[in-house]
């Protein structure tokens, strides 16, 4: 079973600080026996291997630790971006419904609809009949200048898209073309 993926850095996190112990303890051996060799003479070759070995445990920790923190940096900026791509989404959804003159219930269905949930759905979680959940729905269709549920999310998708580009040029320098 694949764990939820907001367990993962904390999974991450646990081996890095049981790497970090083994390194403490490798580091401490390694001193202990370089001392207790010095003593005795000439450097053994055991200590030569167990030291670059301790050193490259460390520098394995610290670039885990770096990869870790630009990994959840970038989590963090990708989960404001989706935050503020749904805001927009919800701000370009509220301006269609206002500029359409959607009443409060045609809001909720078209809210509803747009969510993708069935007639049958809306009007159980409305407590609405189906036949009304459907002359609502024939409203909005009306009023936004559509036919059907895919029109409307294609135009709203449209809208988001448009907006977004009107966004992203807001701002920036029209190149000038020279005949």
Not at 94 to 123: C, M, N, P, Q, Y
């Amino acid at each position: 079973m694949k764990r939820p993926y907001s367990e993962q850095p904390a999974i991450v996190i646990a081996l890095i600080a049981a790497q970090t112990l083994c390194a403490a303890f490798f580091l401490w051996d390694v001193i202990t026996d370089a001392m207790r060799n010095a003593a005795n003479g000439p450097v053994e070759q055991f200590l030569v291997l167990e030291s670059a070995a301790t050193l490259a445990l460390i520098a394995g920790i610290v670039f885990e630790i770096r990869v870790l923190m630009r990994l959840l940096q970038r989590k963090a900026h990708l989960e404001r971006q989706v935050s503020l791509a749904a805001r927009a989404f919800h701000d370009v959804i509220e301006e269609r419904f206002t500029e359409w003159s959607l009443t409060a219930a045609e809001r909720d269905v078209a809210h509803f609809s747009v969510k993708g949930l069935s007639i049958t759905d809306i009007a159980s979680l409305r407590g609405s009949a189906e036949g009304t959940v459907k002359s609502q729905l024939n409203a909005i269709y009306r009023k936004a200048g559509v036919g059907n549920r895919g029109e409307l999310l294609s135009l709203l998708i449209e809208e988001i898209m448009d907006h977004d580009s009107a966004v992203e040029g807001a701002g920036q320098p029209v190149a000038e073309t020279s005949g």
